[in-house]
């Protein structure tokens, strides 16, 4: 996986590409620390891109949102592909993500 962040009105765009899996770990934690150090009232996870995420990548999805929740910063997923999209949403991840 890789990422890019864009600025959007009243936050960052994270917009993931390829799959996502343990092996993704330190990038992500890269994405952890821009929300745990800036204080952005939206965090978007655009995931047009990416078409497979494991359980580890929503292990640190989950680990996003703990430091989101701290900081009061709401957290999107967009354009999820539909197996990306099931997978979220049988691990329950509307009750921590808005979709889009």
Same mark, same amino acid.
């Given at each position: ?5 864009? @600025? ?9 590409? @390829?799959?996502?899996? #343990? ?7 890269? %994405?952890?620390?821009? %929300? &745990?150090?800036?204080?952005?009232? &939206? %965090? *978007? ?5 990416? @078409?497979? %995420?494991? $359980?580890?990548?929503?292990?640190? #999805? *989950?680990?996003?949102? @703990?430091? !989101? $929740? !701290? ?21 329950? #991840?509307? $009750? ?5």
């Amino acid at each position: 996986m890789y990422y890019e962040t864009k @600025d959007i009105v009243g936050g960052k765009e994270v917009v993931l590409n @390829d799959p996502f899996t #343990f092996r993704d770990h330190q990038a992500f934690f890269e %994405i952890v620390s821009m %929300i &745990k150090n800036n204080n952005h009232r &939206k %965090i *978007v996870f655009n995931l047009k891109d990416c @078409d497979f %995420i494991d $359980s580890a990548a929503l292990g640190m #999805f *989950v680990i996003a949102h @703990d430091e !989101a $929740s !701290a900081k009061a910063t709401n957290l999107f997923i967009k354009d999820a592909r539909s197996n990306v999209k099931e997978l979220m949403y049988a691990a329950k #991840f509307d $009750s921590l993500y808005h979709f889009e």
